[in-house]
């Protein structure tokens, strides 16, 4: 019989003082209660009940036993209601891993006003664009730009980033603005490298419907999308990259959006990311609703789609 079974009957049977109440309490046979109850006695080596014809007894060891068992219990209780608990209300330690520069533009700060609605949860926040182990890593959520090819994964769709071409004012009217995609093979391009591949991408148009794969000719290339933003800015040349990177500074009249008639509408999926699990934890939720909040937000202001 299972140990924990056993010592719930040695209880009943000691807080009803009979095998028959203690019986009838957890829907047993008496014979069985009784049973039950001897060879726990016969495992430890000891006797922990009085038998009389009318009652039972603790004894000296079993009276200690029993306030062992009990404790047992209690931590055992206190540990389940801490679980459902944590299905219904966030608590705990929130472990996140953001995309890195939509992460730091758009996520971060607002994860102040995140942290205060919920004050009985803790955040372990990383930023990196690598695809990581999510349970290997004890990542809670992740939030990507980009498809997961990790069928392990749940992912819950936020947004699609669109692609924009821009460049300062002062490089225009330097050099002019372009009319059409072909004319940036004459201009100043600043590109993105891939980190992994040490590739940089083809920028993407769209004219009468079908879609322009033109590879430019850059003559600046990085590898972190901060750094050909800021270059840019400062005159450096024309760039293409998610709008979400350009956003504020379109706002602030830093760049001036190019060539918006042959934009196109593919894009990358914005989404937060989490390991598959029948009961999903509170604090995953709530950091979903809140992604989901947010985004709907950046869509408003057109920062994403």
């Not at 692609?163 to 002062?170: D, F, G, K, V």
């Not at 992604?291 to 950046?298: F, K, Y």
């Amino acid at each position: 019989m299972d140990k924990l079974k056993s010592l719930m009957i040695f209880m009943r049977s000691a807080q009803y003082g009979s095998f028959s109440e203690a019986a009838r309490q957890l829907g047993m046979a008496p014979s069985a209660v009784s049973r039950a109850v001897l060879r726990l006695e016969d495992e430890l080596g000891v006797r922990l009940l009085q038998r009389t014809t009318r009652s039972l007894t603790l004894t000296e060891n079993g009276d200690r036993f029993y306030e062992r068992c009990q404790q047992i219990i209690n931590d055992l209780e206190e540990a389940e209601l801490e679980v459902k608990q944590s299905q219904s209300i966030p608590i705990g330690t929130l472990r996140l891993d953001l995309s890195f520069v939509f992460g730091k533009m758009h996520i971060a700060p607002a994860l102040l006003r995140f942290a205060a609605q919920y004050p009985e949860l803790h955040l372990n926040v990383s930023f990196n664009d690598r695809l990581i182990d999510l349970i290997e890593k004890g990542i809670d959520a992740t939030v990507r730009i980009g498809i997961s090819s990790d069928s392990s994964l749940i992912m819950h769709h936020l947004a699609t980033a669109r692609y924009i071409t821009c460049a300062s004012p002062q490089y225009l009217a330097q050099y002019g603005t372009p009319t059409k995609p072909t004319e940036l093979l004459q201009h100043r391009c600043v590109n993105f490298i891939y980190p992994q591949t040490g590739r940089e991408p083809n920028w993407k148009f769209e004219q009468d419907g079908k879609l322009i794969d033109l590879c430019v000719d850059s003559y600046l290339r990085f590898d972190n999308s901060e750094v050909i933003l800021e270059a840019v800015i400062q005159g450096a040349g024309v760039v293409q990259f998610p709008k979400f990177i350009a956003a504020k500074a379109i706002a602030r009249g830093d760049l001036q959006p190019i060539l918006q008639s042959y934009a196109t509408q593919v894009g990358l999926p914005i989404a937060v990311l989490y390991p598959q699990k029948r009961y999903l934890p509170a604090k995953v939720r709530v950091f979903v609703e809140f992604m989901t909040e947010l985004t709907a937000a950046l869509k408003r202001v057109d920062v994403v789609d």
